[in-house]
């Protein structure tokens, strides 16, 4: 018992100093991070999650459907949808979670874009091959 009032009274002075110094501790309210991309603010985390939601769409597309010379065709497209990614997010300054949605819906847009192009260009490709012959 005497020792635990020993304890108690060593311990009390050296208490009493710690909340004597503590004079108005405050909480840091957090804030995301901005960043500037020639003169537009954005968020930086939402930027980050955009980007990267956008690239694994196009890497997954381009995985999954392989062809030859596609690359000709892929990589301005996944270009394009990164910069419409990076465009929509600067503008509308989503949350994270949204900038997520964005970035997954304008890569996996750009599979449409390629399909179009592909078949516009398969189209157009017809018109320069000679007649074919006839049959007898």
């Known amino acids: 018992m005497w020792r635990f009032i020993a304890t108690a009274g060593a311990a009390l002075p ?3 100093t710690a909340i004597a110094k503590d004079k108005g501790a405050v909480v840091a309210q957090s804030v995301p991070q901005i960043s500037y991309f020639v003169g537009y603010p954005f968020e ?15 890497f997954y ?7 030859d010379h596609r690359w000709g065709v892929d990589l301005p497209v996944s270009l394009l949808t990164l910069l419409f990614t990076a465009g929509m997010i600067i503008r509308l ?13 304008l890569g996996s847009a750009g599979v449409l874009l390629i399909s179009a192009c592909l078949a516009w260009v ?7 091959q000679p007649p074919e012959k006839p049959a007898p």
């Open 14 to 16: 050296v208490a009493a």
């Open 122 to 128: 398969k189209r157009g490709s017809d018109l320069f």
């Open 61 to 67: 597309v381009s995985q999954e459907d392989r062809k």
């Open 44 to 58: 930086t985390g939402s930027m980050i999650a955009g980007i990267c939601a956008c690239l694994a769409v196009r």
């Open 93 to 105: 300054r989503p949350e994270p979670f949204w900038a997520l949605v964005y970035g997954t819906g």
